[in-house]
């Protein structure tokens, strides 16, 4: 069983930053494989891409919404990914989420389905 939870959302102002967390836990794994992604769903829409890391070499990908502005990161020591998110425009606001994908991590994987586990989700709001 694997554990997400996310942290670090809350209320910015247009052209702020935030700095999302997602600490991943499991009982008799390490994080060497596989590979995280952060995911946003705003209100009445579906959940969408944001960006990817792999455990393993750190490859990453964006969504071209984002491309510039975040920047994702992992701390293999510490089980943590970050999405760092500067610029912050409205549009970006959102409930993230994080996700985990424990099989292969070889390509870009941008749907949900791709992805094993979930945490609970973090607000982001950005007021213009």
């Known amino acids: 069983q694997v554990q997400l939870v996310e942290s670090g959302g809350g209320l910015v102002q247009a052209g702020g930053s935030l700095r999302l967390s997602c600490s991943c836990a499991a009982s008799g794994r390490t994080f060497s494989s596989g590979g995280m992604g952060w995911f946003r769903q705003a209100p009445g829409k579906e959940r969408e891409f944001v960006a990817l890391?792999?455990?393993?070499?750190?490859?990453?990908f964006y969504a071209d919404t984002v491309t510039g502005r975040f920047t994702i990161s992992r701390d293999n020591a510490k089980n943590t990914v970050y999405l760092q998110m500067n610029s912050l425009k409205p549009e970006d606001t959102a409930v993230y989420y994080c996700?985990?994908?424990?099989?292969?991590?070889?390509?870009?994987?941008?749907?949900?389905?791709?992805?094993?586990?979930w945490g609970q989700g973090t607000q982001v709001t950005v007021s213009s």
């Open positions: 890391i792999g455990w393993n070499g750190g490859a990453t």
């Open positions: 996700a985990a994908r424990t099989r292969y991590f070889s390509g870009s994987y941008v749907y949900p389905p791709d992805y094993d586990y």
